[in-house]
Antibody, heavy 124, light 107 residues
Framework: QVQLQESGPGLVKPSETLSLTCTVS????????WSWIRQPPGKGLEWIGY???????NYNPSLKSRVTISVDTSKNQFSLKLSSVTAADTAVYYC??????????????????WGKGTTVTVSS | DIQMTQSPSSLSASVGDRVTIICRAS??????LNWYQQKPGKAPKLLIY????LQSGVPPSRFSGSGSGTDFTLTVNSLQPEDFATYYC????????FGQGTKVDIK
């Protein structure tokens, strides 16, 4: 089964860019969709966006102007960049793989495998 | 954005109880509804997708989902100690959003 591991700085200064990488093991990245989700301390989950290995993306409109998700097939990794961060971006960031069920009348996506999550704090 | 509202926000139950969690969408999402379970300090785990399809490894004797349109239900039969957790619904009809969560703790 695919396994995911997030990596990146745990502390980012306000107005700077948050950069995280997710390393995929157990399968090729050119197989699935890949996603980022975050969870502020003590709060619920927020979907950030997803990418297909070909590079096509879909972002949460509330973050779209600040988010870039990219994939590096040579390294079996995908990445998140979130610019102009504020304290409101402090959260646990999860990378994940998506599953899709096409056996019914439509494409049903779901978040299948999650990384353990990495805490990012925005503070000066 | 489609708002997802779960009720209750929290509940207390005993081992062996049957628990029902409701998730209501602010507009019709057909059957594009998933359920996740999260334990403290851990990543969420997929339980159910497409309203009623159980993820591999999830015991069908205990977990089930139903609904369509705007109203959905997650039912946990015969609650086990490992089922005490927070449960989230998620819609994938458009711009994916999650419910605020329902915490199930021990009575």
């Amino acid at each position: 089964q695919v396994q995911l591991q997030e990596s990146g700085p745990g502390l980012v200064k306000p107005s700077e860019t948050l950069s995280l990488t997710c390393t995929v093991s157990g399968d090729a990245i050119s197989t699935y969709f890949w996603s980022w989700i975050r969870q502020p301390p003590g709060k619920g989950l927020e979907w950030i966006g997803y990418i297909y290995y070909s590079g096509s993306t879909n972002y949460n409109p509330s973050l779209k102007s600040r988010v870039t998700i990219s994939v590096d097939t040579s390294k079996n990794q995908f990445s998140l960049k979130l610019s102009s961060v504020t304290a409101a971006d402090t959260a646990v960031y999860y990378c994940a793989s998506l599953g899709v069920d096409t056996t019914m009348d439509s494409y049903y996506y779901y978040i299948d495998v999650w990384g353990k999550g990495t805490t990012v704090t925005v503070s000066s | 954005d489609i708002q997802m509202t779960q009720s209750p926000s929290s509940l207390s139950a005993s081992v062996g109880d049957r628990v029902t969690i409701i998730c209501r969408a602010s507009q019709n999402i057909s059957r594009f509804l998933n359920w996740y379970q999260q334990k403290p300090g851990k990543a969420p785990k997929l339980l159910i997708y497409a309203t009623s399809r159980l993820q591999s490894g999830v015991p069908p004797s205990r977990f089930s989902g139903s609904g369509s349109g705007t109203d959905f239900t997650l039912t946990v039969n015969s609650l086990q100690p490992e089922d005490f957790a927070t449960y989230y619904c998620q819609q994938t009809y458009t711009t994916w959003t999650f419910g605020q969560g329902t915490k199930v703790d021990i009575k």
